[in-house]
Structures are given as C-alpha cells and as structure tokens.
C-alpha cells in the first residue's frame, strides 16, 4: 500500500523558517518528480515547488514566482523523500500543504499525502 506522509508544519511567526519533510513508502517504482503544493482557505490549491529527477533533468527545480528565493526543495531519492525548506514566512504563506509524487513515465502514478497546515502569524 502507498503511502505519503508530510511533517514539519506549525505555527510560526512572521520572518521565520519551517522544514517540510515527506516520505513516500510501498511505492514500487520510484518517483521521478516530487513536489509541493499548496492550499489556503478559499484558493485553489497551487503548485509551490518541484524536483525532477530523470535521465535528461537530474534535480531540475522549479519554484512559484511567491515563493523563489526564500523556499528550497530538496529529494533524497535513496529513501524517496523530499523536502521543502522555508525561510522568510510571510502571512501569506499560511495554508495546508501538500507533498506529491508522479512519474512521467507511468500512467496513473499519483499520490498526494494528506497535507500538513502551515500558519504563519504573530
């Protein structure tokens, strides 16, 4: 049975740093793209950052223009997990988030965790 399970969210204040952490198991297949998404209350939910790891892209990285410059993914592809390092929180910020895994080359690959809130308040 597949399994993705975030952690690290919480509540912290404005200017300060959170590390996300997600763990995909029972997975047969590695994934080759990895991401975070994001969704607060009344929005759609919203890509935030991406890792790729193919033959063609190895760790290519993609950010949403909110959040370039401040917020850093990172995979450890040994024990299929990826990170997202945040720094310089912004109110903004505050929503739940959403690791998930796909794979280019198989239809169906799919899996979202459940999401981890993020609150960033004073």
């Known amino acids: 049975q597949v399994r993705v399970v975030e952690s690290g969210g919480g509540l912290v204040q404005p200017g300060g740093s959170l590390r996300l952490s997600c763990a995909a198991s029972?997975?047969?297949?590695?994934?080759?793209?990895m991401d975070w998404y994001r969704q607060a209350p009344g929005k759609q939910r919203e890509l935030v950052a991406r890792?790729?790891?193919?033959?063609?892209?190895?760790?290519?990285?993609v950010y949403a223009n909110s959040v370039k410059g401040r917020f850093t993914i990172s995979r450890d592809n040994e024990k299929n997990m990826v990170f997202l390092q945040m720094n310089s929180l912004k109110p903004e910020d505050t929503a739940v988030y959403y690791c998930?895994?796909?794979?280019?080359?198989?239809?169906?690959?799919?899996?979202w965790g459940q999401g981890t809130q993020v609150t960033v308040s004073s």
């Open positions: 890792v790729t790891s193919t033959i063609t892209s190895e760790g290519s990285t």
């Open positions: 998930h895994c796909g794979h280019l080359g198989i239809a169906g690959y799919d899996y």
């Open positions: 029972g997975i047969r297949f590695s994934p080759n793209i």
